[in-house]
């Protein structure tokens, strides 16, 4: 079985403030890959991140930067320099990596961030 | 990335009737499509999982004679909402992906009240 926690339900920051959403999981699989996804207040899903759990490499795209730790089962994701622009709900997911699987996404319960002017 | 076109974006329909919604990946071949549902507030859960030409798989919960899923092309996928209630009333997305080995891309959402 897996599972996606995001202990953060509602996170307020001022505009550029650094800020951190947390992410752990549990799953049985040896591999796997785990992603963010931005959900707007319009409702779609914006695909952030996709990371296999052989890469444990912290990745850094502009503002945003995601830390893999396998040992804690976490995949944080940090927001640097805040902005108004940045509020939105994060979902953290889950999906078995082994090919021929369904792949399907479990997502955490959400953090709905709102940045402040 | 990869566009995802989910219709309509939102729908108010009768108790009773049905309700159908669609999604179409707009510049890839999608094997296969997901869908969800999502309550205010609350995350996404997975509905059902189609594979192009074969019968959608449906989790545990929910109405396979309630939601009706087709997924007859490579780039359409519908879900119909049938006799709806208004606890149907949700907000539904798909998602669609090209191969198992690739991400797959979500739709704008639907956003669906029965009255």
């Known amino acids: 079985a897996q599972k996606v926690t995001q202990a953060q339900t509602e996170i307020s920051v001022v505009e550029k403030e650094d800020v951190t959403l947390d992410c752990v999981y549990e799953?049985?699989?040896?591999?796997?890959?785990l992603f963010w996804y931005k959900q707007p207040p319009s409702g779609e899903l914006v695909f952030l991140i996709r990371r296999n759990s052989f890469d444990e490499q912290n990745e850094i795209s502009g503002r945003y930067s995601w830390n893999f730790q396998k040992s804690t089962s976490s995949f944080n994701f940090t927001i640097t320099a805040s902005q108004v622009v940045d509020s939105a709900v994060y979902f953290c997911?889950?999906?078995?990596?082994?090919?021929?699987?369904?792949?399907?996404?479990?997502f955490g319960s959400g953090t709905q961030l709102t940045v402040l002017p | 990335g990869a566009v995802v076109s989910q219709h309509p974006s939102r729908v108010i329909c009768k108790s009773g009737t049905s309700v159908k919604i669609e999604c179409r990946s707009l510049?890839?071949?999608?094997?296969?499509m997901f869908w969800y549902r999502q309550f205010p507030k609350q995350s996404l859960m997975l509905m059902a999982t189609?594979?192009?030409?074969?019968?959608?798989?449906?989790e545990q919960g929910v109405e396979k004679d309630k939601f009706l899923i087709n997924h007859a092309s490579l780039t359409l996928s519908t879900l119909t909402v049938t006799s709806a209630h208004p606890e149907d009333s949700s907000f539904y997305i798909c998602s669609a992906r090209e191969t198992p080995n690739t991400e797959a891309f979500f739709g704008q959402g639907t956003r669906l009240t029965v009255v």
């Open positions: 510049d890839f071949q999608a094997t296969t």
């Open positions: 189609s594979n192009e030409g074969s019968k959608a798989t449906y």
């Open positions: 997911a889950l999906s078995p990596l082994s090919s021929g699987s369904a792949r399907q996404l479990t």
């Open positions: 799953t049985r699989d040896t591999t796997y890959y």
